[in-house]
């Protein structure tokens, strides 16, 4: 899919893979921003005590 992902105010992303899956270190509490080509971009959070971000839930 090759979508851009991003750590909110920072320089710092990777993109997506054919699944749509991604890794990237990112700080604890951390703000994600992904879009896509048509699409509204948009911020996830992260779970406390999880590895997986949810669009639109805050920590």
Request: charged residues 20%; hydrophobic residues 25%; positive net charge.
């Amino acid at each position: 899919m090759d979508e851009p992902v991003r750590i909110k105010g920072a320089k710092t992303g990777t993109t997506t893979d054919a699944d749509g899956g991604f890794q990237i270190s990112a700080p604890r509490n951390a703000s994600l921003q992904v879009s896509s080509v048509g699409y509204v971009t948009q911020d996830v959070y992260q779970q406390p005590k999880q590895h997986h971000y949810y669009p639109g839930a805050r920590a």
